[in-house]
């Protein structure tokens, strides 16, 4: 069954990975004013940077109602005892401000980077969740029910987050897979999908920024397979994507076409929307876009 939610996301919360880029003791004040803008959540990825769930504390120890969500941590990074461990310790320190991301990641970054074997996705999952669910954990029990959700794309990991999580994260999709992922999952798991936007009225520009990030992705097979399963061909998917593509997968222009955007992922079926500010540079804060947003996407 799906786990009970309590925590409150919001409506709209940050995806980034700038973060990893700043000085550390800068992290918290910058997670502060996050929250003082009115974003629900903030998101952090991970592949060879800081540790998520450390990286998560110091900046739930600089806020208040902030919630963190990691999106996605890497089952491969740890084992499932150590995953659970430190998901219990983040829990307990802050309940109700925790939200593990779980996911598989991708062929090149498990065994490229890490030196694992990459399993076949589901299966390793579900495996993993039973690791994790059977593992022991001999410190005192933390005070709120620990809360997890997972990157999933396809039905069946859809699936398998409605069960055996709150519900999804999916990563580089477009709204005409949030209502997909509505329906697979019912009505009941939470459906958290994040949007690249580009703060930028001038399409040619918007849509170089959009293929400098894209084309990171467009390069793993886990998302090309997802767009594949979604009706995108060859002409869309080759290269650095077609404008098409591009347009469907990051939203550009003024605040109110990106608000308009996430009111469709509402529309569809989401509960809540990460928004990840694409400025062609993945080092850079973009305080002054995230701060411009604010008032559209919260309002």
């Not at 954990?137 to 069960?163: D, H, I, N, V």
């Not at 920024?209 to 997802?226: E, S």
């Amino acid at each position: 069954m799906a786990q009970n939610a309590p925590m409150d996301l919001g409506r709209v919360g940050i995806w980034t990975a700038s973060l990893d880029a700043q000085p550390i003791e800068a992290v918290p004040g910058i997670a502060a004013e996050i929250e003082s803008l009115g974003y629900g959540a903030l998101w952090l990825p991970e592949v060879a940077g800081r540790d998520p769930l450390v990286h998560s504390t110091l900046m739930l120890g600089g806020t208040e109602r902030l919630v963190l969500a990691t999106g996605i941590a890497n089952i491969y990074g740890r084992d499932a005892l150590a995953m659970a461990c430190g998901w219990k310790t983040v829990t307990d320190a802050f309940p109700e401000r925790f939200l593990l991301g779980l996911g598989v990641s991708h062929q090149p970054a498990v065994e490229g980077l890490r030196n694992h074997t990459y399993g076949p996705p589901l299966t390793a999952m579900r495996e993993y969740l039973d690791a994790m669910d059977a593992a022991p954990y001999f410190a005192r029990p933390p005070r709120a029910e620990p809360q997890r959700c997972l990157a999933a794309l396809g039905p069946k990991m859809l699936t398998l987050a409605s069960e055996r999580a709150v519900g999804a994260h999916p990563y580089f999709v477009p709204v005409e897979h949030t209502a997909i992922a509505r329906e697979t999952m019912g009505p009941d798991a939470k459906l958290l999908p994040e949007q690249m936007v580009v703060l930028e009225t001038d399409a040619t520009r918007a849509r170089e920024i959009a293929r400098q990030t894209m084309a990171i992705y467009l390069g793993l097979p886990n998302y090309v397979n997802n767009l594949r399963r979604l009706g995108w061909g060859d002409e869309d998917l080759d290269g650095l994507g077609s404008d098409k593509l591009v347009d469907a997968i990051v939203v550009w222009g003024d605040e109110a076409a990106i608000r308009a955007r996430v009111d469709e992922h509402f529309a569809a079926g989401a509960d809540h929307v990460c928004v990840q500010v694409l400025t062609g540079d993945l080092t850079e804060l973009p305080m002054d876009q995230w701060r411009r947003l604010a008032p559209a996407l919260l309002g």
